[in-house]
């Protein structure tokens, strides 16, 4: 079994920055890729950014240039910068991760970490 373990939500004004960790811990042998998505109210969940383990990345069009997802193979934990904030941010933000592990090829989720932007 595998594990992610998410920090870094809070509230925040607008214009500011937040900076979202999450740590996979288990039954791992490889982590193909790992990326956040987020959920706002009466909104589906969409994907915000991905990095696979070769450091690749993808981001959606609204927070490119404003966000930067991260990866550290060696603790196996994904990063998400959060700049220049605006309140349509306001989310629950959730850890994904593509793991070869233990169970064979599974996708996990972490627990969600809330992210709220004032104006």
């Known amino acids: 079994q595998v594990q992610l373990v998410e920090s870094g939500g809070g509230l925040v004004q607008a214009g500011g920055s937040l900076r979202l960790s999450c740590a996979a811990s288990?039954?791992?042998?490889?982590?193909?890729?790992m990326g956040w998505y987020r959920q706002a109210p009466g909104k589906q969940r969409e994907l915000v950014a991905g990095?696979?383990?070769?450091?690749?990345?993808n981001y959606l069009d609204s927070v490119k240039g404003r966000f930067r997802i991260s990866i550290d193979n060696a603790k196996n934990t994904v990063y998400l910068q959060m700049n220049s904030l605006k309140p349509e941010d306001t989310a629950a933000y959730y850890c994904?991760?593509?793991?070869?592990?233990?169970?064979?090829?599974?996708?996990?989720w972490g627990q969600g970490t809330q992210v709220t932007v004032s104006s």
């Open positions: 990095i696979t383990n070769g450091g690749s990345t």
């Open positions: 994904n991760a593509d793991v070869y592990g233990g169970l064979g090829v599974r996708v996990y």
């Open positions: 288990g039954s791992i042998f490889t982590i193909n890729t």
